[in-house]
């Protein structure tokens, strides 16, 4: 979302995007992930629905039910490497600015960024760019193919088997793909033909 905002506000010495796992648009990232929350167990669904209307997402029940889609679109690795384990123990530890920007989870967008939308904008970049998701990711297909329509000629690429941390679940061919782009990018810098763009 940065990496768009930079690009559409003219940044200098932006040679290239890599849009990986991200929304142009978070009322289409919310239409997504309640579509995803759906599918969840019905007692599931329950204890989020019950827990959100009291004001009470703080509540180890809501946490624990929260991780019912964490694990389906977020991160599929079970058990989760210690990377992700202490990035969500730095967040539970100091939520502020998670609350601020997006609110108690992934799907229940109370935040300053529950209506950002670049979504009419996205044909002003003429950067190369590449788009990554993943078949099972919170950003789901939907919401990456929305960036491959807007942004003139993008590599869109949707990962089987990965959710929303595509470089934890598939950490070679996530690597192999930014490889490929980052040498495309560069024989373009030097005027060569690139390859893959």
Not at 108 to 122: A, E, N, P, Q, Y
Not at 146 to 171: F, K, T, Y
Not at 179 to 188: G, K, N, P, T
Request: with cysteine.
């Amino acid at each position: 979302m940065l990496a768009l905002k930079a690009a559409l506000e003219g940044a200098e010495g932006i040679a290239g995007l890599i849009l990986s796992n991200a929304p142009a648009s978070m009322p289409l990232w919310t239409a997504e992930t309640t579509r995803l929350r759906s599918e969840l167990p019905v007692e599931v669904q329950a204890v989020l629905a019950v827990h959100e209307e009291r004001g009470s997402t703080d509540s180890p029940a809501y946490q624990d039910a929260l991780m019912a889609f964490y694990r389906r679109h977020v991160c599929r690795i079970d058990p989760w490497p210690d990377c992700l384990l202490r990035s969500f123990q730095a967040m539970e530890a100091d939520p502020r600015v998670y609350h601020a920007m997006c609110g108690p989870s992934e799907f229940h967008i109370t935040g300053s960024l529950r209506s950002w939308d670049v979504s009419d904008r996205l044909g002003e970049i003429h950067q190369p760019t590449l788009v990554i998701g993943g078949r099972y990711d919170e950003a789901t297909p939907a919401v990456t193919e929305a960036l491959h329509r807007g942004i003139p000629n993008p590599r869109w690429v949707v990962m089987d088997d990965c959710s929303h941390l595509c470089h934890l679940e598939q950490p070679q061919p996530y690597l192999e793909l930014l490889r490929s782009f980052l040498a495309d990018l560069e024989a373009r810098s030097a005027g060569q033909q690139p390859a893959g763009l």
